[in-house]
């Protein structure tokens, strides 16, 4: 996945934007939406509407599909994207879009900033990666939908990634201010810090390593498990505190799994402490003793 290209959004209309929105509505019961049925909800002639579709495709925010019984319109990520940040510029949240600062198998993240010129982190979840495709079975976003399009997916993916940040930063837990929540992106607060992965030495292994091991405990003490408790999902700031990052496979200390969750959680940590600063402690906190 490129860097997004944000260029086009400036010379984009409102009868764009309701073409955008018209297709995307249309999705919610058509896997391809036709050119007539965009027309009507978007309340445009429909010679119009042909012409700013046609340049949509060209721009690639949507593409245009032959399927086995109609033809019809399907909204891109890039598209997706267009709408959101729509959203968030109208609501006066988002004055400039500037680099890309991380790219996980589920989400790319970019540096925004508010009108104030203050830098914030923008979060756009991205399900259906190719060598993410098993993620219907591993999660239970679709519920008991038997067929969810990868950009509701990423829609629900968001929204309960912003409800754990809402809550827990209410709770006092060291995570990223959570700011607003358009689709499939989160506007949260930029941590100021770097990646556990990326740090090979720090002055006290067994301080953080205690703060991690409390952390877990915690999150089990308020009922939840993070579910990817490592050292991609941990960012360190200039005090070597640390911040977690990533919540969409959170899970609760009641789920069937949740043992298995908790247990890996702490094995990553123990692992990787033992592996980057060969520290390794005989005190961890084990499942039953939590429950």
């Known amino acids: 996945m490129g860097k997004l290209n944000v260029a086009m959004l400036r010379y984009l209309t409102r009868e764009d934007f309701r073409v955008l929105t018209a297709i995307e509505m249309g999705m919610k019961n058509h896997e391809l939406v036709p050119a007539t049925l965009a027309a009507s909800i978007a309340n445009l002639h429909h010679g119009g509407v042909h012409k700013i579709l046609k340049e949509l495709c060209k721009h690639r925010l949507l593409s245009y599909e032959r399927g086995k ?12 994207d267009y709408l959101a940040l729509k959203t968030f510029t109208a609501r006066q949240l988002i004055s400039s879009f500037g680099n890309q600062i991380g790219v996980g198998k589920e989400s790319n993240i970019y540096v925004v900033a508010d009108p104030e010129d203050k830098p914030i982190c923008l979060k756009l979840h991205r399900l259906g990666r190719t060598c993410f495709r098993n993620l219907k079975e591993k999660r239970d976003y679709h519920a008991h939908r038997h067929k969810a399009g990868w950009l509701y997916l990423s829609r629900i993916s968001a929204t309960k990634e912003y409800a754990y940040l809402e809550a827990l930063s209410k709770r006092g837990f060291p995570v990223p201010k959570p700011i607003d929540i358009n689709r499939h992106c989160v506007l949260m607060e930029l941590v100021n810090g770097h990646p556990l992965s990326r740090l090979y030495e720090v002055d006290k292994v067994e301080d953080l390593y ?13 009922g939840v498990i993070h579910g990817d408790f490592n050292e991609f999902n941990i960012m360190i700031n200039d005090e070597e505190k640390p911040i977690i990052i990533d919540f969409p496979q959170m899970v609760s200390v009641t789920h069937a799994n949740a043992e298995m969750y908790f247990d890996r959680d702490v094995k990553c940590i123990r692992a ?16 039953e003793d939590i429950v």
């Open 272 to 287: 990787f402490f033992k592996k980057r600063f060969n520290y390794e402690s005989h005190l961890y906190p084990i499942f």
């Open 69 to 80: 019984h109609y033809d019809g319109y399907r909204l891109t990520n890039t598209g997706y």
């Open 210 to 222: 205690d703060d991690l091991m409390n952390l877990i405990v915690r999150f089990a003490q308020h």
